[in-house]
């Protein structure tokens, strides 16, 4: 058994007496109350999920097991002669809530390494699908096309103990993952670099290779492995977290979680912002013949698209009421590494002139940058300038965070997911309304 099963084993064994004894002992303690506005809203703010893989605060933003963004990058091992942890550190961290040795990484890296052969009939699949096919949409059939080889399956069909769920979950888990990188950049020069295929590099580490792959040089494998950190999770309630959980809480395998995680995230309310960033900068680059707006130039764009109806992406999020700390850590990336960019500089304009526009117009709860307020432009700098294929990255890094969740909820035996519905006029009877 890997170091990393046998360390989960552990700690699912320390864990479960806790859930188990909140639920027999606790289990009708009130940890809050369902308004009409929250029924209506999308459940907004309702606290009806568990999870311990991350947690989102509000004003502090994201915690990883605890850890915050720029304490997971300064804690985990380092790949050598780089600025940025190993992807396989962090997921590591992410299942067991323990930064890992270097030694611990390298047994991680290595388990990656013997399952990441993608299966020919993948590509022949993506290579079939029509040339408009977007991107987000031959990810998910190439992960749901590999759906046959789910050990979780299997074993459930041989009649495995329910206890013993989150062992096929972690197999297929890591299968899926380890392919994840391949799949992707096989994506991307499939679709934009003429089919030109770069074979991988079994001698690299998960963002190292997918880089490779990718066919761009150096940071680009930090920029990979930051992209996918920052996305791997924020909490369970987001589209694409619930999506994977609320799939795979009917039993459904890894693999059909995680590709209906990926469709969820597709949206551009959801991950699709960050390439809605970019072609919205592009606009206003156009309309400015390629000049940097001044801040009154891009206060009248800002203006101008509130009042066609539309939001700014990049810009509010449905908890966070303060900068978000993943976009911070890439401005800092920014900063370092491409401070005089011109669409960094559009993005930095458009940070100091749109919180007080929004706090102005006084519909969005938060005026702040999220993620996907900077994440095109260190693509587009690094030369990914297809921005149809933003949220494919978006999709490894957030596949990290979803698969360690799914482990969890078969180890902890969350069930089934089903809230209940009421009718519009079983709201107007508790709202005391007459018709
Ligand atoms: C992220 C987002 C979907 C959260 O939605 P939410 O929880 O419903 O946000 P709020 O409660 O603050 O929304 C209240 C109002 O403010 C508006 N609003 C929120 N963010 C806005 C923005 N960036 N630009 C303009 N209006 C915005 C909403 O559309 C809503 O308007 P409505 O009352 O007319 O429907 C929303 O902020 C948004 O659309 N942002 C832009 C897209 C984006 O960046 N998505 C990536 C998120 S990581």
Request: charged share 25%; aromatic share 10%.
């Amino acid at each position: 058994m890997s170091n990393l099963k046998e360390k989960l084993y552990e700690k699912i064994a320390e864990w479960r007496p806790r859930t188990t004894r909140l639920l027999k002992e606790h289990g009708d303690v009130k940890i809050g109350e369902v308004t009409i506005a929250q029924a209506i809203g999308g459940a907004r703010g309702v606290k009806c999920l568990v999870t311990d893989i991350s947690y989102l605060d509000p004003f502090e933003g994201i915690r990883f097991r605890g850890f915050t963004i720029p304490e997971v990058l300064e804690k985990l091992p380092k790949v050598p002669g780089s600025e940025m942890p190993y992807v396989e550190g962090f997921f590591y961290l992410l299942l067991t809530g323990e930064v890992p040795t270097m030694e611990e990484v390298n047994a991680v890296a290595e388990e990656f390494n013997k399952r990441k052969k993608v299966p020919q009939y993948v590509f022949d699949m993506l290579r079939a699908l029509p040339d408009d096919s977007h991107p987000m949409a031959m990810i998910s059939a190439a992960i749901v096309g590999m759906q046959r080889e789910s050990v979780f399956v299997r074993k459930y069909n041989e009649g495995i103990n329910k206890m013993d769920y989150w062992d096929p979950a972690y197999e297929d888990a890591l299968n899926l993952l380890a392919r994840l990188p391949e799949i992707g950049a096989f994506i991307y020069r499939l679709k934009y670099k003429n089919g030109d295929i770069i074979p991988p590099d079994p001698k690299l580490d998960f963002g190292g290779n997918f880089a490779h792959m990718m066919g761009i040089p150096t940071p680009y494998d930090d920029v990979s492995r930051l992209y996918f950190i920052l996305h791997s999770d924020h909490e369970s309630g987001n589209v694409s977290a619930h999506t994977g959980h609320l799939i795979a809480s009917a039993l459904s395998d890894v693999y059909y979680a995680i590709s209906g995680m990926i469709n969820g995230l597709a949206g551009p309310l959801h991950g699709l912002a960050n390439q809605e960033v970019l072609a919205w900068i592009q606009q206003v680059h156009e309309k400015m013949g390629g000049k940097i707006p001044t801040e009154e130039d891009m206060k009248k764009f800002v203006w101008d698209t509130l009042n066609s109806g539309q939001v700014i992406p990049g810009f509010g999020h449905a908890v966070l009421r303060k900068t978000d700390p993943r976009y911070t850590a890439q401005r800092e990336f920014c900063l370092k590494h491409l401070p005089d960019d011109p669409l960094f500089k559009y993005v930095d304009v458009l940070y100091k002139v749109t919180p007080p526009i929004l706090l102005e117009q006084g519909k969005a709860k938060n005026p702040w940058p999220n993620v996907d307020a900077q994440s095109g432009v260190i693509q587009w700098y690094y030369g990914v300038r297809e921005y149809d294929f933003y949220t494919v990255l978006f999709g490894i890094g957030r596949a990290l965070g979803v698969c360690a969740n799914i482990i969890w909820d078969r180890a902890l035996g969350y069930p089934i997911e089903r809230p209940k519905s009421v009718t519009t006029a079983m709201l107007e009877e508790s709202a005391g309304i007459k018709n």
